[in-house]
């Protein structure tokens, strides 16, 4: 398997939310939502305020996807005043770890020219460490343009927007499916569509020797990697390997093999109840001792502490 698609089946989507966002000029919503989320524009047109990026105008079948959640601004035009949806929201609030089984609507505006936005939102659990998300930017826009390289997304859209589908036995099991594949579809077109990525695993992705490593570690993560067996499968020197790992992902080698143990890790431990010594070993550990401060370090609790508290440090919130 390619290391795109080992990092894209790491992600787990434990809980969404389905709404259609019918409004009506002149309109302007300020959105800040912890969990992450998706607006899709089934009608009409918005424009798309984010902080560190050009204010864009979205139309039919575009898509912006903020995979940490935060802040944006929706709106009608630039100059339109926005509302906090925190205060105008009147269907049951999404939390992270409990999917809401029906779609909501929300109406909102000032009677005129119509838009219909697809809303999804996504609790993802212990994929919110994942490094596949902490490389990515804070927002994603995907274009309708760009819909030949996903041509299952519109089908997919158009299903979760028919209202009728709501009310039909099933339809909670397919939603959820579909809002699985929306998820993945839009970062791994992000994936694809951007080669020029600066630093992080798309910018090794883009650079052949390195994504040969970065697919190693993926592929077998409990193998005793060190950066001279590294820079062997990227057919390099040791020195030269390491510089440029370390430029194009933004981490050392060994960094990075131990985050992604870890996250790995993290997930077995809520998934399953093998013991700390054997899942030490299973990540290339000699000692449990030397895995379990390696936890300790990426999530700030010990495996144990980490089990019992099903995913969540000390302090009750995602570490």
Avoid at 4 to 22: E, K
Avoid at 94 to 102: G, I, K, Y
């Amino acid at each position: 398997m390619d290391f795109l698609s080992t990092a894209l089946s790491s992600l787990r989507i434990v809980s969404s939310a389905i709404g259609q966002f019918c409004l009506t000029e002149p309109w302007g919503l300020a959105v800040d939502y912890d969990p992450a989320y998706c607006c899709c524009v089934i009608e009409g047109s918005f424009w798309l305020f984010r902080e560190g990026y050009d204010d864009v105008q979205l139309g039919p079948g575009d898509s912006v996807l903020m995979p940490r959640g935060g802040p944006c601004r929706l709106a009608c035009d630039p100059s339109a005043e926005f509302a906090d949806l925190s205060k105008i929201w009147q269907s049951p609030v999404f939390e992270a770890t409990d999917s809401l089984s029906v779609p909501f609507l929300l109406e909102w505006g000032g009677g005129g020219s119509k838009s219909r936005i697809l809303g999804l939102a996504f609790g993802l659990g212990d994929s919110r460490q994942s490094p596949l998300l902490s490389g990515l930017p804070d927002s994603i826009l995907l274009r309708s343009a760009e819909n030949g390289l996903h041509p299952w997304l519109q089908p997919a859209i158009d299903f979760l927007t028919q209202e009728q589908s709501g009310g039909k036995i099933g339809y909670p099991a397919i939603a959820a499916r579909l809002v699985e594949l929306i998820f993945l579809t839009v970062i791994r077109s992000h994936a694809l569509l951007t080669p020029e990525a600066t630093k992080g695993w798309l910018c090794g992705l883009s650079d052949p020797r390195i994504a040969q490593a970065l697919s190693a570690i993926h592929a077998d993560p409990g193998r005793r990697w060190t950066v001279g067996t590294l820079a062997a499968e990227a057919c390099m020197s040791r020195s030269a390997f390491s510089a440029r790992f370390l430029q194009r992902v933004g981490q050392p080698p060994g960094e990075y093999v131990t985050k992604w143990r870890m996250y790995l890790a993290a997930q077995k431990l809520t998934d399953c109840e093998m013991s700390v010594g054997t899942m030490a070993a299973e990540f290339g550990y000699l000692s449990e001792r030397a895995f379990r401060q390696a936890f300790q370090n990426c999530h700030g609790s010990n495996p144990s502490a980490f089990r019992r508290a099903g995913g969540q440090n000390g302090t009750g919130k995602p570490s």
